[in-house]
T-cell receptor, first 115, second 113 residues
């Protein structure tokens, strides 16, 4: 079974631009969660999607948004990029919405650098 | 407020030695606790997952323990190898709020030859 894939792996953007990151979950998994990881903050939860609906949301500004398609693939968008948005963005998939005894499987991440 | 605290923040050990990482949590009501290993620049990889009724789970040289009464977990690494150098993250999920997970800040382990 193929793992979680994220594209692109690396991205360099300029302040003020917007960016879209993509995540394809493991086949059969319907839950996709997004996380931001920076050296000083650790893993910060952005949001979780299940069956095309946002089920949970972290404490991030409205510049961060996401969506999930009918095939469970998910995209995350960040508008009006700031230098502080530079981070590793991780996507994780799970068979069901978090809380059960199901594990989350993480992708390799997208390294975003904002200059 | 749900919190997960890990200790120590960082640890350096010699190859072949054992070590134990700690995780204390205040997440309630408890659903499950997971330990992940994250190599630098890579996504976390699951090591163990434990529910309320489980107090020990092993995965090769990794053994996790859970004390649901004291809300503490530990990850014991036996006969460490250079490849064990990584960040180890403790994650606790609640049975409410659609199972939102709380992440610890991780313990950075360095294994030296």
């Amino acid at each position: 079974k193929a793992g979680v894939t994220q594209t692109p792996r690396y991205l360099i953007k300029t302040r003020g631009q917007q960016v879209t990151l993509s995540c394809s979950p493991i086949s059969g998994h319907r839950s996709v969660s997004w996380y931001q990881q920076t050296p000083g903050q650790g893993l910060q939860f952005l949001f979780e999607y299940f069956s095309e609906t946002q089920r949970n949301k972290g404490n991030f500004p409205g510049r961060f948004s996401g969506r999930q398609f009918s095939n469970s693939r998910s995209e995350m968008n960040v508008s009006t990029l700031e230098l502080g948005d530079s981070a590793l963005y991780l996507c994780a998939s799970s068979p069901t919405v978090g809380g059960g005894a199901y594990e989350q499987y993480f992708g390799p991440g997208t390294r975003l650098t904002v200059t | 407020k749900n919190q997960v605290e890990q200790s120590p923040q960082s640890l350096i050990i010699l190859e072949g030695k054992n070590c134990t990482l700690q995780c204390n949590y205040t997440v309630s009501p408890f659903s499950n606790l997971r330990w992940y290993k994250q190599d630098t620049g890579r996504g976390p990889v699951s090591l163990t997952i434990m529910t309320f009724s489980e107090n020990t789970k092993s995965n090769g040289r990794y053994t996790a323990t859970l004390d649901a009464d004291t809300k503490q977990s530990s990850l014991h690494i036996t006969a460490s190898q250079l490849s064990d150098s990584a960040s180890y993250i403790c994650v606790v999920s609640a049975r409410t709020n659609a199972g939102k997970s709380t992440f610890g800040d991780g313990t950075t382990l360095t294994v030296k030859p």
